[in-house]
């Protein structure tokens, strides 16, 4: 596969230099900088490839061109929308650049309730609490209707635990749901959340997989015509969090999104962690499956806890996932491709603990150097050993 690395811009404490050191090739990234739904200019887009290139790097995949929300409500103002991005999408192809990843994920992109939460070895990785989300809904946003999304011995673990956090505790949840985790590029107050919440009133799972059918039929006859693979994000957590739906979620959800625009344009990004979360989900007849269609992949592992609803960043070679098996897959994907298209298939380790300097140096969360640059390894001697083992074709 072709190894990259997720990087935010100019403004990334991990540089360029520090990326071709720990093995990437290729760089993912977007034009943070730039509000959602405007067009992405020719000129922007190519003074950014020369800077990586400038660093012995490509720029690989676009992570993300994100979905205005006028477009997931199916609001008047939707085609304008529609319309820029399918000019971002031109001048993406006219720049050389041939994947972009998006995601359908309503207000909140991903989202966890810890950054930094203590591994037995030392070390931090990021966590999802159900118990602490349930103190933001019920008791921060106080949002109505919240109680009945929770059971009864859910809604007392998150009276008690709210009772016990100080009001530094209190503000730290409101920032790591709402102020926006990195890639995200909507950053909310907690009244600006509300009337955000507010404005999916009425848009169920069947309305928003609507819209998501309608997007894709206006947007990838222009990712053809640039000569652009679209590979859409599953949801993560992949279930509905404060009564939104999400409908990137199952391999149900992954063939709908193919099946709504049928073409090599229309594709998917393959991230075990955020498919992993759910047991229902098995990720290496997922990979089996899907291996055609995927047009990116994210390679790390999440763990479920006792309260299967509550998880957090395992190693990438431990977790819930058979990275092997899924590896696995993928290499024989990766040997097809070479024989019959040429197609490249990106990857990158995604997240990884902080370790080692990563706890003194600053760092996006979940984007640390030590912890990605440890992932990296680890995935490439898996797959090393994988094309070692398979029969040769």
Not at 58 to 80: F, M, R, Y
Not at 110 to 120: C, E, G, I, M, S
Not at 315 to 336: K, N, P, T
Request: with cysteine; hydrophobic share 40%; glycine share 8%.
């Amino acid at each position: 596969m072709e190894y990259t690395w997720r990087w935010f811009g100019p403004d990334d404490p991990v540089t360029l230099g520090e990326i071709r050191q720990a093995g990437a090739t290729g760089i993912v990234t977007a034009l943070h900088e730039i509000p959602n739904g405007q067009v992405w200019p020719v000129e922007a887009i190519a003074e950014r490839k020369r800077l990586i290139e400038a660093a012995g790097l490509t720029w690989s995949v676009v992570e993300s061109v994100p979905v205005h929300e006028a477009i997931k409500q199916g609001l008047p103002e939707a085609g304008g929308y529609i319309d820029n991005y399918r000019r971002t999408l031109a001048n993406l192809g006219e720049c050389g650049i041939d994947v972009v990843c998006y995601n359908f994920m309503p207000v909140l992109d991903w989202t966890r309730t810890d950054l930094a939460w203590p591994l037995p070895g030392g070390g931090t990785a990021l966590r999802f609490d159900q118990t602490a989300f349930a103190v933001f809904d019920l008791h921060l946003l106080e949002r109505d209707g919240a109680q009945a999304d929770y059971s009864e011995a859910e809604r007392e673990a998150a009276r008690r635990h709210f009772e016990a956090l100080d009001d530094a505790a209190r503000t730290s949840l409101i920032d790591t749901i709402i102020a926006g985790l990195p890639g995200t590029e909507e950053h909310y107050t907690l009244e600006r959340f509300r009337e955000a919440l507010d404005a999916y009133r009425g848009i169920d799972a069947d309305t928003l997989r609507r819209h998501l059918r309608q997007f894709l039929a206006a947007i990838v006859p222009a990712a053809e015509a640039a000569g652009i693979r679209l590979a859409i994000h599953p949801d993560d957590p992949p279930r509905e969090l404060l009564g939104l739906p999400r409908v990137v979620s199952t391999a149900e959800d992954a063939q709908y999104v193919l099946d709504s625009a049928p073409s090599p344009a229309n594709g998917l990004t393959f991230c075990t962690g955020s498919y992993g979360v759910r047991e229902d989900n098995d990720l290496v007849v997922m990979a089996e499956r899907f291996a055609p269609h995927v047009h990116f992949v994210h390679l790390r592992a999440t763990r479920r806890e006792p309260n299967p609803a509550s998880f957090h960043e395992a190693g990438h070679l431990d977790g819930d996932v058979d990275m092997v098996g899924v590896i696995s897959a993928l290499v024989r994907e990766q040997r097809r491709r070479r024989r019959e298209v040429g197609q490249r298939l990106p990857m990158r380790p995604d997240h990884g603990h902080q370790l080692l300097d990563d706890l003194t140096r600053e760092s996006r969360p979940g984007y640390p150097l030590i912890g990605r640059l440890k992932g990296l390894a680890e995935l490439r001697g898996v797959e090393l050993a994988v094309e070692r083992l398979l029969p040769a074709v």
